[in-house]
C-alpha cells in the first residue's frame, strides 16, 4: 500500500496503517471459576470478533487458567469459557475486532480502504508485548513448568495457544487414580508467568494410561 | 519516552499509543466447522511474523467436557493450515475460530 498513514514504533515496526485492523477494549472484569473445572463468563453480544486475555492470581495463591473457547449464539458472541481448579479471582479483558465509526468529532481516525475504521485515538488497544513461541514442557508424571520474565511491563494480560491435554493414570492395587490435565498459566509475580498443567478432571482406572497432545505453544503476553 | 513522533491520548489524558507501542494488527480469521481441513495462503505475510491463535467456538460444558479440543494451526511460509483434533487419542473434534495477528 503507497498510500496513507503509516505510524511506526521506536523500533521501525508499522502498527498503525489503513491496511489492518487494530483490536480495541471492549469490555472487562474478573471471575471465580467453579467446582465445575470450568467456568462460562458472558459479556455483552457482539458480531465483532473476539479476543480475551487472562490474567490469572500469583502463584500460591490461585491455579493456572486457560482459555477454553468462546461462546456464540448465532451472529453473536456472547461470551468465553476458561478451564481452572482456582479458587482465586482471574480479571479478564475483551477485545474486539470493533469498526464502528465512533461519534467522537475529535482526535485521529484511519480508515481502511473499505471505509471501515481501523484506528480512532479514543479507543483502548492491546499491544503484543511478547510472543514466546517455544514454550514447551513436559507432561505428567513429570508435570515440568516453563516460565517467562517480562519485566519492561508488570501485571499483563495472557493468551495460550493451542492448549494441549494429557491423560495420566496409574495402578497401585486392583486400581489407581487418573487425571486429565491441560495447559494453564499461573502468575508468578506481577513480571513473570508460568506455563504449566492444570488438573481438569479426576477419576480412577484400573491400567497405566499416559497419553495426550503436548505441542510446542504460544504464550502471548497482551497489555 | 521519546520526545518525537507520534503520541496519542485518551481522553483522560493517558497515552494510548506512542513510540514504545506494539499495537497488534489483525490479519485473518476463520470460523472452522468440526472435522474441517483446510489451508489459506497470505502472501502479504510474507517476511512478517504472525502469531495464530485458536479457541474453541461453543465448547461443549456438559459430559465429558474435557475431551474437546479446538483445531491444530500450523504457518508454513505464507499458508495457513489447520486441522481437527480427531486423530489424536480419545479427542473429540470442536468447532473453532482461528485469528491471525502480525506482530513485531
Do not use: C
Not at chain 2, 474437546?68 to 494451526?73: E, F, I, K, L, Y
Amino acid at each position: 500500500m503507497g498510500y496513507g498513514l503509516k505510524i511506526y514504533n521506536d523500533n521501525g515496526v508499522l502498527i498503525i496503517d489503513g491496511k489492518y485492523r487494530n483490536f480495541s477494549e471492549y469490555t472487562s472484569g474478573s471471575f471465580s471459576p467453579n467446582s465445575n473445572a470450568y467456568t462460562t463468563v458472558s459479556f455483552t453480544a457482539t458480531s465483532n470478533l473476539p479476543l480475551v486475555g487472562l490474567q490469572p492470581q500469583e502463584l500460591g495463591v490461585g491455579g493456572s487458567v486457560s482459555l477454553i473457547g468462546y461462546t456464540k449464539s448465532g451472529s453473536n458472541w456472547t461470551g468465553f469459557v476458561a478451564s481452572s481448579l482456582s479458587i482465586s479471582n482471574i480479571n479478564y479483558k475483551v477485545y474486539t475486532s470493533d469498526t464502528v465509526n465512533p461519534a467522537d468529532t475529535y482526535g485521529l481516525k484511519v480508515y481502511d480502504d473499505s471505509s471501515n475504521i481501523v484506528f480512532h485515538s479514543g479507543k483502548k488497544y492491546f499491544d503484543i508485548h511478547l510472543v514466546d513461541d517455544s514454550v514447551a514442557i513436559l507432561p505428567p508424571p513429570f508435570y515440568t513448568n516453563y516460565d517467562i520474565t517480562h519485566s519492561d511491563i508488570s501485571n499483563p494480560y495472557y493468551f495460550l495457544s493451542p492448549v494441549g491435554y494429557w491423560i495420566y493414570g496409574y495402578v497401585t492395587g486392583p486400581q489407581g487414580p487418573i487425571g486429565f490435565f491441560r495447559h494453564g498459566v499461573q502468575k508468578i509475580s506481577s513480571t513473570s508467568v508460568r506455563v504449566g498443567w492444570t488438573r481438569v478432571y479426576g477419576g480412577v482406572t484400573t491400567s497405566l494410561v499416559s497419553a495426550g497432545w503436548n505441542p510446542t505453544i504460544n504464550l502471548i503476553v497482551l497489555q | 519516552m521519546s520526545d518525537f513522533g507520534f503520541r496519542s491520548y485518551d481522553a483522560g489524558g493517558d497515552i494510548i499509543v506512542d513510540g514504545a507501542s506494539l499495537l497488534n494488527r489483525f490479519r485473518y480469521s476463520t470460523e472452522v466447522a468440526t472435522g474441517v481441513s483446510s489451508n489459506t495462503t497470505l502472501s502479504d505475510i510474507s517476511g512478517k511474523s504472525t502469531v495464530e491463535l485458536v479457541t474453541m467456538v461453543n465448547p461443549p460444558t456438559t459430559g465429558l467436557w474435557w475431551w474437546s479440543m479446538a483445531h491444530t494451526v500450523t504457518r508454513s511460509g505464507t499458508t495457513i493450515s489447520w486441522a481437527p483434533a480427531s486423530g489424536l487419542p480419545l479427542i473429540v473434534s470442536s468447532a473453532s475460530l482461528i485469528e491471525v495477528f502480525l506482530y513485531s
